[in-house]
């Protein structure tokens, strides 16, 4: 199973700043089963980012993906208020799904 | 367009059985999605526990494997969940989702999710 580190656990940042979020696979994932999620209390997760580098329907411009074999990225260019939450990202292979650990992002 | 609802009970007892199901409501269930479950304990991070096809057909997380057994009713666009010899661990909020598995693969849709408790 592969499992899926993220980093920072928190970010504490003020609205306007740019966000850089790590996602660290324990092997080699491919870039078509690298996803990131946006969840908010008391609401359903969304995806935003698919395919390690494609924003999902309805994603702003500002969130964008990068990365490739074990080592991914996600960045929020400038962080506006609705975009602080968790973030996760996910992986599939060998017909198990595993998600990091998430990292929270605060208003500082 | 397509949404999924969880429901069920809100609290079993220890070493009991819990019990969810999923409705998919405004598309059916026979497509060529597979259908998960995820769930988030308290203060923890997202885990995947398994998922279906319509046909019947399952994978199961390794670590819940011996405990989870997943269904569909296709005459009832629904799919459920049992979780078996659940303990105070298990507490945790529970969701649906619907797997895209298409040119790229990820969750495309999810469910509001529903808080299970375990106790006695």
């Known amino acids: 199973e592969i499992v899926l580190t993220q980093s920072p656990g928190t970010l504490s940042l003020s609205p306007g700043e740019r966000a850089t979020l790590s996602c660290r696979a324990s092997?080699?994932?491919?870039?078509?089963?690298l996803a990131w999620y946006q969840h908010k209390p008391g609401q359903a997760p969304r995806v935003v980012i698919y395919?390690?580098?494609s924003r999902a329907a309805g994603i702003p411009d500002r969130f964008s993906g990068s990365g490739s074999g074990t080592d991914f990225t996600l960045t929020i260019s400038r962080l506006e208020p609705e975009d602080f939450a968790v973030y996760f990202c996910?992986?599939?292979?060998?017909?198990?799904?595993?998600f990091g650990q998430g990292t929270k992002v605060e208003i500082k | 367009q397509v949404q999924l609802q969880e429901s069920g009970p809100g609290l079993v007892k220890p070493s009991g059985t819990l019990s969810l199901t999923c409705t998919v409501s405004?598309?059916?269930?026979?497509?060529?999605?597979?259908w998960s479950w995820v769930r988030q304990s308290p203060g923890k991070g997202l885990e995947w526990i398994g998922d279906v096809y319509y046909t019947g057909t399952t994978n199961y997380s390794p670590s819940l494997k011996s405990r989870v057994t997943m269904s569909v009713d296709t005459s009832k666009n629904q799919f459920s969940l049992m979780l078996a010899s659940v303990t105070a661990a298990d507490t945790a909020f529970y969701y649906c989702?619907?797997?895209?598995?298409?040119?790229?693969?990820?969750?495309?849709?999810w469910g509001r999710g529903t808080l299970v408790s375990v106790s006695s």
């Open positions: 092997q080699s994932v491919s870039n078509r089963y």
């Open positions: 395919g390690a580098s």
């Open positions: 989702a619907r797997d895209s598995m298409d040119s790229y693969w990820y969750f495309d849709l």
């Open positions: 405004g598309g059916s269930i026979t497509t060529t999605n597979w």
């Open positions: 996910q992986q599939y292979s060998s017909s198990v799904w595993t």
